[in-house]
């Protein structure tokens, strides 16, 4: 048998072996009339099937009265349905494997507990299902099977509408015969000019599995191809499916419509209110007359989102071509509240109590602009109230699109007091600079720093001005940044710094790389390692501020070691160092959805020469621990346990984060 498309209809062919011509004729065209329903139906509900299910809304409901949202289709009962029908359902088919994807598929079986609207609409669920069951055996690249539906007894097909069932004993017997499976004939694909495509690349391959929805992909990647390529209405014109039952083999044969050749055309802009619509098209990036590109309406999509003034954007292509074979595009925009209040409370063990608030206004000027408040208290609860407490206050302001749509500038003032095992510091400072994203994948900045700082380390008292200006590539393939199963983070930093009260000189370089590879196909166990390695040289390490030396040790560090306490030591306090190496390997097992288990091991540390390596001592630490995955990023618990342990700090440390550890 064989399906047959054109613009979207469907038809049937039938193959088998030798026979009379006038009767095998005869036959088929009587299989034909009634496979066409159930196989165009079926690949209809294929399409369906294969889709993934919304999750439905909550409702809330108070001593029976529903105050708001819809009731789930679960929490209806035989009350809510006029002339319920209940019955008794059983599904068999003679592939075991395939009995509990059928019952998930199956409407009688899953809706049994919402009972139909008469016998109506039992014979309405019966026929459904027949299609859904039809639907999920050529998914799994069943093309002889048959699904048969019993009521009573009788198969469905001819239960009159208006028969009259007993409430009390109506009986469902689904009965499927999956038959065997077939495989892939050498497919035939090309343009409707004649130009030949080779469906091996989209996925469809003589000899494998002929599941329906590798059909169906291979069409989406193979209209998108073309889309790719500047076909902006590319489309399948036509297809065929023939299933030889001799050779249980399925023949594709699709035909694509390419169209023309097109070009962006005329860029316009609705829903704004607050936001210039110019600097919308701006940041859009979108030239009439390039190329038409669906990764360029991606990246635009993106890059307006990134904005944060907007609930959403929809980029809306035109359905003809316009003038000159161009693709209109109309960009839609639905403004979110230009302010934002926020407060936060933090805990730790060994830090004590902390909060944090934040002001914020995301459209000062109408173009995006945005300034940011905040401040923040720390070591509530730590050794002595008076002298012990960390305070932060910052203001800082981000123009977007200063030179061209992915170029940012940015400018802070901040103030604020540190009290860490290593050092205390009091200090203000600010900053300049711009960002810039030269790809997706590849983003840099550039800053001119300005701080007035005054020290207490373990060399005494000290302060310093320093006039920095840090420089930053990274490069980031990750397909998830705070659940990442594969590609990677590589970052470039240098920072060049004078310190002009002092007249000392120094320059901080860092080099890091992490990378993740999933080891199965699912994804649920990721091995993940990373590198980390850092130096200063043109001073020596009294000469250069505590805060800017290399430490190691902590949750993002070196766990099992408290943090900054992996580091040289003076007088039995972490003083830090002119370099720094950090590794670490983890194993990342997901169990659940939403529930997932880690291994790792950290090693490394900060040392006292410029060569990372040299003067000093290399620590390890072993552990495990939980990941509880929410819609912002995996919720991370670590236990980590230090190989040489420090004389002094604990026996293990417990680490808290939003996201993985590196």
Do not use: C
């Not at 050529?138 to 009788?154: K, Q, W």
């Not at 076909?231 to 030889?244: L, N």
Request: charged content about 20%.
């Amino acid at each position: 048998m064989a399906l047959l498309g054109n613009n979207g209809s469907f038809g049937l062919k039938l193959l088998s072996g030798p026979a009379d011509p006038a009767r095998q004729r005869m036959n088929r065209d009587r299989r034909i009339l009634s496979g066409i329903r159930a196989l165009a139906s079926g690949l209809a509900v294929a399409l369906i099937v294969a889709m993934p299910v919304a999750t439905p809304a909550f409702a809330f409901e108070l001593f029976g009265i529903r105050l708001w949202g819809e009731k789930k289709q679960s929490e209806q009962t035989a009350e809510d349905v006029p002339d319920p029908i209940r019955y008794q359902v059983g599904l068999t088919v003679d592939d075991p494997e395939l009995k509990e994807q059928l019952d998930n598929v199956s409407l009688l079986v899953t809706k049994k507990d919402t009972p139909p609207s008469g016998t109506i609409g039992l014979l309405t669920r019966a026929k459904n299902d027949k299609k859904r069951l039809v639907a999920a055996l050529f998914s799994t690249a069943h093309y002889g099977g048959t699904v048969n539906i019993l009521i009573n007894g009788n198969p469905f097909e001819v239960v009159p509408i208006d028969a009259v069932l007993d409430r009390g004993e109506v009986t469902v017997a689904i009965h499927v015969l999956a038959g065997p499976t077939f495989t892939f004939a050498n497919p035939d694909a090309a343009t409707t000019n004649g130009q030949q495509i080779d469906l091996t690349e989209y996925g469809v391959v003589a000899g494998q599995p002929a599941r329906s929805e590798v059909v169906v992909e291979a069409e989406k990647k193979l209209v998108a191809a073309w889309r790719d390529k500047g076909y902006a209405f590319a489309k399948i014109a036509g297809r065929e499916m023939i299933a030889d039952h001799n050779d249980r083999e399925l023949e594709v044969d699709l035909r694509l419509d390419p169209g023309p050749l097109t070009v962006f055309g005329k860029v316009t802009v609705s829903g704004a209110e607050d936001v210039e619509p110019d600097f919308i098209i701006q940041q859009a990036n979108i030239p009439e007359g390039t190329v038409f590109s669906p990764k360029r309406l991606t990246d635009a999509a993106k890059r307006l989102r990134g904005l944060g003034v907007f609930d959403s954007v929809v980029i809306i292509e035109a359905e003809e071509p316009g003038p000159g074979k161009s693709v209109a595009i109309s960009i839609e925009v639905s403004e979110r509240k230009p302010r934002t209040v926020g407060i936060g409370v933090t805990a730790a063990t060994k830090d004590g109590l902390g909060a944090e608030t934040f002001w914020v206004h995301r459209n000062l000027f109408g173009r995006a602009e945005s300034i940011r408040v905040e401040g923040a208290v720390s070591g509530v609860g730590r050794s002595n109230f008076s002298t012990s407490l960390d305070y932060h206050v910052a203001a800082t302001f981000t123009k977007p699109g200063v030179w061209g749509p992915t170029t940012s500038f940015q400018s802070r003032v901040e103030a604020q007091f540190q009290d860490t095992d290593a050092y205390k510091k009091q200090s203000v400072g600010g900053s300049v600079g711009l960002s810039r994203e030269f790809s997706d994948q590849l983003t840099g900045d550039i800053n001119l720093n300005v701080e007035y700082a005054r020290y207490q380390d373990t060399t005494g008292p000290s302060t310093s001005l320093l006039i920095s200006t840090p420089i930053q590539l990274i490069r980031d393939t990750r397909d998830n940044k705070l659940n990442p199963t594969s590609g990677y983070r590589a970052l470039l930093s240098t920072e060049p710094t004078y310190d002009t009260h002092n007249g000392d000189g120094f320059l901080k370089s860092q080099v890091a790389f992490s990378t993740y590879r999933a080891v199965n196909d699912a994804g649920t166990f990721v091995l993940a390692g990373r590198v980390n390695v850092g130096t200063i040289v043109g001073t020596g390490l009294s000469q250069v501020p505590a805060d800017r030396r290399f430490y190691a040790g902590g949750g993002g560090s070196i766990r099992g070691y408290g943090y900054q306490s992996a580091s040289p030591r003076t007088a039995g306090q972490p003083s830090g160092g002119l370099s720094l190496v950090e590794t670490s390997i983890e194993a990342r097992f997901s169990l659940t959805e939403t529930i997932g288990l880690a291994a790792f091991i950290d090693s490394g540390g900060a040392f006292t020469s410029s060569t990372p390596g040299q003067g000093g001592t290399w620590y390890t630490g072993v552990g495990a621990g939980v990941r509880y995955l929410t819609p912002v990023g995996p919720f991370r618990i670590d236990v980590g346990f230090p190989l040489n342990k420090i004389s002094g700090d604990p026996d293990f440390g417990v680490y808290l984060g939003l996201g993985q550890a590196f």
